[in-house]
């Protein structure tokens, strides 16, 4: 029995492009797009939408920026569609064409709790464009309850379409995700609320079955579960689980096998101890990714120590 | 807070050693076990007491047998207590000592539904040597409602110790993991349940969870996940997440980095499409273990359209 609603976000341009700096080909963006959308994907997510006074081109891949025509090159109107995603801060407001013109069906706004009000001043801009338009608050297990209902009392007074929770350090198991569910949707009625997993415990799937057993309806998933450091929900999973017939995993296995398994040798994302620990600790992974490059030398329990005695990185 | 009656039972030789046939050498065992002694874990697997008459010597490694002058060489007695699983069927009843004899204190036997009066037969055999005794219902995925209930009410008329869930497959996710863990505590009053869960869709760890959510006071991890196939619960994850302070994870973490980020690359266990195939599908992973091995050599996609059409494998 599925439930007609739920609606799958792939990220895997968007979050797979943090380890790469959104260096892939125009041929593989292409051919994920197109294997997506024959699997039956909701919507996906090509990149960001950075500003360019604030990141040159000469330094990142073109999924950082998704210029329109960069878009049009590689993805086509269809039933899926289109999502790119901007941060509070970083985005030129100049950036968007009227919604009409753009290939563009979707925006979300990546934010943190304390920058709410910037992130709803941006939203709103982008929702007047005439885009679909979800808010993601980042870090929610970083968040102070009081600061954390205050935002969702703002956004609940909005006209967004979906608020998001992004457990970006992997810490939740699913007590906390049902305790998020639970206050999301009922300080949101009327909106759809949406989860993004990271995989630093291997809880980004099962978090997701449990965001769905509470009401949430947007799942974010990668393809072979790509993503910052230990990696996001794998899409793969994801639609295996989900019985709604207009999906097949058939095009995603084909894709993963052209591509996938060897980028996860380059990039290396995935279960891997120093993302497990952050992840246990709570910890924002940057200082797990630099103990993969070799920066700090020591060992795994050193760095579980060291980690431990840290308030905040 | 913490519940002291949680025993976590480490099977990282016993169900690690289904991909390498149980060749650990002895100082890999020996480190293996006081690192577990250090890091305060219930219960450690030593690995199967294998009938040498159906099993030569000659083709596998030493915890195929467990031995007890073997075990005698590479454990101790210390509140970490020694197990070894038997399977219904290829267990020689000659084989055990009397428990105040051997440095062995709990014995698993590992079943399937079908074969439980077999298995109650040998448990009773081990049960009256003195030793604990938990029966290991394999396969739970599979087995026929009626069927799994009669067992319990058979297991709950004995003396056994503990009962174990085990999700042979994979398949699980949390709602099962709920329904069957209610089920065993309430038929099977006044003992312990525990659970043993597969990896295949990322659920191992998760899955661990939501049965101690529910009561389930027996968890089985092996380290770094190592497993048959896609392995099972990551014992540093399940120690990351309870809360009982006589646990330490560090000794983990250094056995990791000395033995098994060098293992998981010659043994291969854990998260594989082929392996994920099986469990969204609910098989036995030998189908996977050999499309792995390039028996079948097509695609993972025609891979899934096979075992998807197959009826039982």
Chains 1, 2 share one sequence.
Request: glycine fraction near 6%.
């Amino acid at each position: 029995m599925y439930r007609p609603e739920i609606k799958v976000v792939d990220c895997t341009l968007r979050d797979g492009g943090l380890m790469n700096e959104w260096r892939f080909e125009k041929q593989m963006v292409k051919d994920t797009f197109h294997a997506l959308a024959q699997a039956g994907i909701d919507y996906v997510e090509m990149g960001y939408r950075a500003d360019k006074k604030q990141f040159s081109p000469k330094d990142f891949g073109a999924w950082r920026f998704c210029d329109e025509a960069d878009l049009r090159e590689v993805a086509y109107e269809c039933p899926t569609k289109i999502s790119i995603m901007c941060d509070v801060g970083r985005t030129d407001y100049d950036a968007f064409l009227p919604a009409s013109e753009s290939i563009v069906k979707m925006v979300r706004v990546a934010t943190y709790v304390k920058e709410i009000d910037k992130a709803i001043h941006l939203a709103k801009h982008v929702k007047s464009m005439g885009y679909e338009v979800s808010v993601n608050i980042m870090a929610v297990s970083h968040a102070l309850e009081p600061d954390l209902d205050e935002a969702l009392d703002e956004l609940a007074a909005t006209d967004f379409d979906v608020v998001y929770i992004v457990d970006s350090f992997g810490y939740f198991y699913s007590e906390q995700v049902h305790y998020l569910a639970e206050k999301y949707l009922s300080r949101l009625q009327g909106k759809q609320v949406g989860i993004h997993c990271h995989n630093n415990q291997q809880l980004a799937f099962a978090n997701t079955i449990e965001g769905i057993i509470k009401g949430v309806n947007y799942l974010d998933g990668t393809i072979y579960g790509i993503g910052r450091a230990a990696g996001n929900c794998p899409l793969e999973l994801l639609i295996g689980f989900l019985k709604n017939p207009k999906f097949d995993v058939r095009p995603v296995l084909l894709l993963i096998e052209k591509y996938f398994l060897k980028l996860i040798k380059e990039l290396r994302w995935g279960y891997e101890i120093p993302y497990a620990i952050t992840g246990i600790l709570n910890k924002h992974p940057r200082a797990a990714m630099a103990f993969m490059k070799g920066v700090h030398g020591n060992t795994f329990s050193e760095f579980f120590d060291e980690l431990s005695n840290v308030d905040d990185v």
